[in-house]
């Protein structure tokens, strides 16, 4: 009988680093590093020889960009999902891709345990775990950091240190960073006083607003059916497309959100996030939603978004109200093609305008020009209908007031 090979989820941070090194201590176990490229930057260098320094028998890394834009990036941008009003929700979107991949891994492999390194007080190891038990409820899950003897980043650093293992984390800069394609989340050191303001060092990819270009920049972003294809007429591949963004937003300062939110597991966290790539897309996506979709559908579709960013959020996207709020969503694209052109200034983005050939709105209706087409007497009868239920209400409490009824 062999032994029992783990599947170990590994960025080639220091948290998974040192994990890989302390489960071949502590388990006498086969161990294999999977590594999802998502369009994280720095940690993919060396990364198949870092996991191997740490003790991996095995190292899969698999190039998911594209799938990740595709089929996440995508449906997420379509349902306009922003937790909490704000974040795009870059790291909760990846995680199901990645509980995807090493569920595949797992099961080419033969593996009975898949291992993340995700803290006990997190949102990760809710997405990661709940995944994983959604697609392959027969294996088993483990979380050293929940139960290792390792009380502080500071430890883990002496221990990577004592065994040789190359990390990027240091005491001096001891941010945690999670990167993809939609976005960096940046949490740890004096961020977790939400009395600092956020040090530039923080900051991985945006220029400070105050020294961007002096000069705005103009984007003309096409989109077929909710999702942009091209970009000031030309065509691009979605990852290309989001690197672009991503470039140029953060050269104008575009994309910085520092928030606190509520967590998964019910505690309050402040957050730091760059994502100028999804800034951009949301806001100009948004923007033809207003054009083309009709009133009703437009506003259940921002309570349909909101409960949408919520179970991306809390590790839910496998879940089959996902799919059935993704199904409403989908039917809402159908029509969503058109062009939205934005300004990029000083770490803003300010629509500068709209079309489409589904487009609702009617200038003659609209204008208060010699134009206008709209019929003004029809608003006194409808008006009166209108407030009719309010004015009876009024009358009946008032009546009761004349009579000494409360």
């Known amino acids: 009988m062999g032994k029992t090979k783990i599947v170990v989820a590994y960025s080639g941070g220091l948290d ?7 489960l071949s201590e502590k388990f006498d176990a086969e161990i294999i590093t999977a590594t999802g490229n998502l369009g994280q930057r720095a940690e993919l260098d060396n990364i198949e020889e870092k996991a191997k320094i740490a003790g991996a028998s095995k190292s899969v890394i698999l190039d998911l960009r594209h799938e990740f834009a595709v089929n996440y990036l995508w449906p997420a941008l379509k349902a306009s999902a922003l937790y909490e009003g704000a974040y795009p929700l870059a790291t909760a979107i990846g995680r199901p891709l990645l509980a995807k991949m090493m569920v595949d891994i797992a099961l080419n492999e033969g593996a009975e ?12 190891q809710v997405r990661f775990e709940v995944g ?4 392959a409820p027969h294996l088993n899950v483990i979380a050293p950091l929940r139960f290792w003897e390792f009380k ?9 240190k004592k065994h040789k293992i190359p990390v990027k984390a240091t005491k001096d800069s001891p941010y945690s ?7 960096i989340a940046i949490e740890c050191g004096v961020l977790e006083d939400p009395t600092n303001a956020p040090p530039e060092d923080a900051y991985q990819i945006t220029t400070n607003p105050k020294y961007a270009p002096d000069s705005p920049d103009e984007v003309k972003i096409t989109f077929e059916k909710g999702i942009p294809v091209a970009i000031n007429d030309i065509n691009y591949d979605p990852v290309e497309l989001i690197e672009y963004l991503n470039e140029i937003g953060a050269k104008n300062g575009v994309g910085r959100i520092d928030m606190i939110e509520n967590r998964v597991v019910g505690i309050k966290s402040r957050e730091i996030y760059e994502a100028p790539a999804a800034t951009i897309l949301h806001i100009a996506h948004n923007e033809l939603e207003k054009l083309i979709l009709d009133r009703e559908t437009f506003r259940y579709k921002q309570s349909v978004s909101n409960k949408i960013a919520n179970l991306i959020y809390d590790g839910l996207w496998f879940s089959p109200l996902f799919k059935s709020l993704m199904a409403f969503v989908d039917s809402t694209q159908e029509n969503l093609t058109g062009e939205v052109t934005v300004e990029l200034y000083k770490g803003n983005v300010r629509v500068l305008s709209r079309n ?5 709105y009617n200038m003659k209706l609209a204008t208060y020009t010699e134009e206008d087409i709209f019929d003004h007497r029809a608003s ?27």
């Not at 345990?113 to 990760?124: L, P, Q, R, S, Y």
């Not at 994983?132 to 697609?135: K, N, V």
């Not at 502080?152 to 990577?160: F, G, K, N, T, V």
């Not at 960073?177 to 976005?183: H, R």
């Open 113 to 124: 345990v898949i291992a993340h390194g995700c803290t006990g007080k997190g949102n990760d």
């Open 177 to 183: 960073i999670d990167e993809n394609l939609w976005g």
């Open 356 to 360: 489409s050939q589904f487009s609702l």
């Open 152 to 160: 502080s980043r500071e430890e883990e650093m002496d221990y990577a």
């Open 380 to 406: 006194e009868g409808f008006i009166k209908i209108y407030g009719l239920p309010y004015k009876t209400l009024s009358e009946v409490l008032n009546a009761r007031k004349e009579k000494g009824v409360v």
């Open 132 to 135: 994983i038990q959604t697609l």
């Open 16 to 22: 998974t680093s040192v994990m890989v090194k302390w």
